[in-house]
């Protein structure tokens, strides 16, 4: 009956007077205006008017990204701690919430806690935005009266898992974007800019230089099929994503040929560590146990290769082997998270040592990505330099080949 509420709440525009007799109004979301009135009784304030918010006519939803989940769990735990009670936090969190969609959800949360659920219980209805490991934590929280601690570390570790995707995706999107461009500036000059020139050195009657020949011959091939070229490009780009979402092994093999990239294989193989890492210390931290959090761990994986090798080391664990053992048996982990689990395992603090690693391997992350990116930007614009130069030089070349005949 909960859930049939929650998913049919709408914003309400009241109008009332508070207990001092001063006019006041707002926004609540509530399933009818019953229930906003109750709410607004409960908060002293007498209701005069309760009207539902009319809908934009052009309205467009923004998506809410894992930024957002990882700022209200900050919130959240930013309100529990200073004392607020859980469903003023809701309210507090919403009302200060930028994005509409954002703001629909933490009140559809909100509303369904007010209705008798469990805190844990709403999130896991809506699983596009709260995973497993998030509605485990928030669970442990909830039964050891420790809510506050728990959304605390949720919030820290969704900001660090944050922060090293976004620096991820610094290093991956700034070749891509710069080759893209570099692709569009040269295929406009071949469509556009190089047939005027061809033009012009039609009337010069005299045989052109080959290079100046080759690039023209290009133009005139890139006239008569750009569409193809477009064609084969968003078509291949579209499949690779298809293929990477409904093939598994495809997605797999992908996965592990991006281990195994120059430069960037090893950017990732630091992040899946420092991600594994961070979850598993994270986890163990709250008291979930390990083979329940080695499950978390792997979901949060990132990375084929290190999922079948986490759900590995889980099935050993089950068995009765120690955690250093069944991780150094994958062979995929480096020998300092080795020395501090069995140090973490000999001396119970396991959580501590993981934390350790993964803030040093976030820090790798953090400077090869800097590292590549300084080293990038030369080389790009060294190619970018030899398209386009390399394209005016053909053009200019009989040019030239002229003025030294005169």
């Known amino acids: 009956m909960a859930t049939t509420t929650a998913s049919k709440t709408a914003t309400y525009v009241w109008q009332g007077v ?15 205006p019953a229930i906003v009135k109750v709410q607004l009784r409960k908060q002293g304030i007498t209701a005069k008017s309760v009207k539902k918010k009319a809908k934009p006519l052009f309205e467009s939803k923004k998506a809410i990204t894992p930024m957002d989940i990882a700022i209200f769990s900050r919130q959240m735990a ?18 200060g919430a930028d994005n509409a969609t954002l703001r629909e959800l933490i009140n559809d949360l909100k509303t369904d806690v007010a209705a008798g659920n469990g805190f844990a219980k709403s999130l896991t209805k809506h699983p596009k935005y709260f995973d497993d490991l998030f509605c485990n934590l928030v669970d442990s929280g909830e039964q050891s009266g420790t809510l506050e601690t728990m959304l ?9 898992s944050e922060a090293l995707k976004s620096k991820i995706k610094k290093a991956m999107n700034y070749p891509i974007a710069v080759i893209c461009v570099a692709v569009i500036v040269t295929g406009i000059l071949l469509v556009k800019v190089v047939p005027q020139f061809a033009e012009t050195f039609e009337s010069f009657g005299s045989e052109l230089p080959a290079f100046t020949q080759l690039v023209v011959a290009m133009s005139e091939w890139m006239q008569a099929n750009w569409f193809i070229c477009l064609g084969v490009i968003i078509a291949s780009v579209y499949s690779f994503k298809e293929a990477r979402r409904r093939s598994k092994t495809f997605s797999d093999k992908i996965d592990a040929l991006a281990l195994k990239a120059p430069v960037v294989g090893d950017i990732v193989n630091n992040a899946v560590v420092a991600r594994f890492s961070r979850t598993l210390a994270t986890t163990f ?17 990132g990375n084929a ?8 080391i889980r099935i050993d664990v089950t068995s ?9 048996m994958t062979g995929l982990f480096p020998s300092m998270l080795l020395q501090m689990v069995s140090i973490g395992e000999e001396s119970g603090a396991l959580d501590t040592m993981l934390d350790k690693v993964a803030t040093y391997y976030e820090a790798e992350v953090d400077n090869a990505v800097d590292g590549l990116t300084a080293l990038l930007e030369p080389m790009i614009m060294s190619v970018l330099g030899i398209l386009v130069g390399g394209l005016m030089i053909a053009m200019y070349l009989p040019i030239f080949a002229m003025g030294a005949a005169v």
Do not use: C, H, W
């Not at 529990?80 to 309210?91: H, R, T, W, Y």
């Not at 605390?152 to 660090?160: F, G, I, L, P, S």
């Not at 979930?288 to 949060?300: N, R, T």
């Open 18 to 32: 508070d207990k001092k007799g001063q006019k006041t109004r707002g926004e609540v979301s509530a399933a009818n």
């Open 78 to 95: 930013t309100m529990m701690k200073a004392g607020v009670p859980l469903i003023q936090s809701f309210e507090i969190v919403a009302e």
């Open 152 to 160: 605390d570390r949720v919030a820290t570790y969704k900001e660090k």
């Open 285 to 301: 931290a709250a008291g979930v146990p390990l083979v329940d959090a080695l499950q978390s761990v792997s979901g949060a994986a």
């Open 305 to 312: 290769v290190y999922k079948q090798a986490i759900d590995r």
């Open 320 to 328: 009765g082997q120690s955690l250093y053992m069944s991780i150094k």
